[in-house]
């Protein structure tokens, strides 16, 4: 395994603009996670998917943010018209079994946006 | 709705001394919890997964204990070493449908040669 690769790595951006973050999780790995981490903070779940099938939206995913994850394999996360506060590291992780299963959650090394 | 906190959010200790990490948990629900290692700037490395039906894990320096039923879960670290220095994270997943992990802010340790 390669683990979990984000890109890109940094991302400065104008207020306004959309920005797109692409993971590619663990092969084999049937759930997806994206998290948002602010300095001095601990990540915040944002969204998961379980192979295509987005299971849950945390209410920090405002409409401005879309995620998808098309084959089950990759998944990309857009923030459309970027604010300041959207300045942040985003985080994906990904898994393989059920929460139950004991198997850890693996991380990638994140994805830092700074909307200026 | 989980709330994850960890107490000392920092904490600086000289090499060789052990020591301990605390979080507690308001959900004591879950399916399991686990610890990660953070670098700055860099992403999260997990460094123990406690099922919920276990009471202890261990690997190499680091043991972590869970008390469920109290919301609580500890780690230690033995002879610590400056290379542990960085920000250790527990994450409860609760066993509610559609949940993930949740996270606490982390507490920052800084060993000292």
């Known amino acids: 395994d390669t683990g979990v690769s984000q890109n890109p790595r940094h991302k400065i951006t104008k207020r306004g603009q959309n920005v797109t973050f692409r993971c590619d999780p663990i092969?084999?790995?049937?759930?997806l996670y994206w998290y948002r981490q602010t300095l001095g903070q601990g990540p915040e779940f944002l969204t998961y998917?379980?192979?295509?099938?987005?299971?849950?939206k945390s209410r920090l995913l405002s409409d401005r943010f879309s995620a998808e994850r098309p084959k089950g394999s990759f998944s990309t996360l857009e923030i459309q018209r970027t604010e300041q506060g959207d300045s942040a590291m985003y985080l994906c992780a990904s898994s393989s079994g059920t929460p139950d299963s004991g198997n850890t959650i693996y991380f990638g090394e994140g994805s830092w946006l700074t909307v200026v | 709705k989980q709330e994850v906190t960890q107490i000392p959010a920092a904490l600086s200790v000289p090499e060789g001394e052990n020591l301990v990490l605390n979080c507690s948990f308001t959900?004591?629900?879950?399916?399991?919890l686990q610890w990660f290692r953070q670098d700055p700037g860099k992403g999260l490395t997990s460094l123990l997964l406690?099922?919920?039906?276990?009471r202890e894990q261990t690997s190499g320096r680091l043991n972590a204990s869970l008390d469920k039923s109290s919301g609580r879960s500890t780690l230690y670290i033995a002879a610590s070493q400056p290379g542990d220095s960085a920000t250790y994270l527990c994450?409860?997943?609760?066993?509610?449908?559609?949940?993930?992990?949740?996270f606490g802010k982390g507490t920052t340790l800084s060993v000292s040669s």
């Open positions: 092969s084999e790995h049937n759930r």
């Open positions: 994450a409860p997943w609760a066993n509610q449908a559609g949940t993930a992990l949740i």
């Open positions: 959900d004591s629900a879950i399916y399991n």
């Open positions: 406690i099922q919920s039906s276990q």
């Open positions: 998917f379980q192979n295509e099938a987005q299971l849950e």
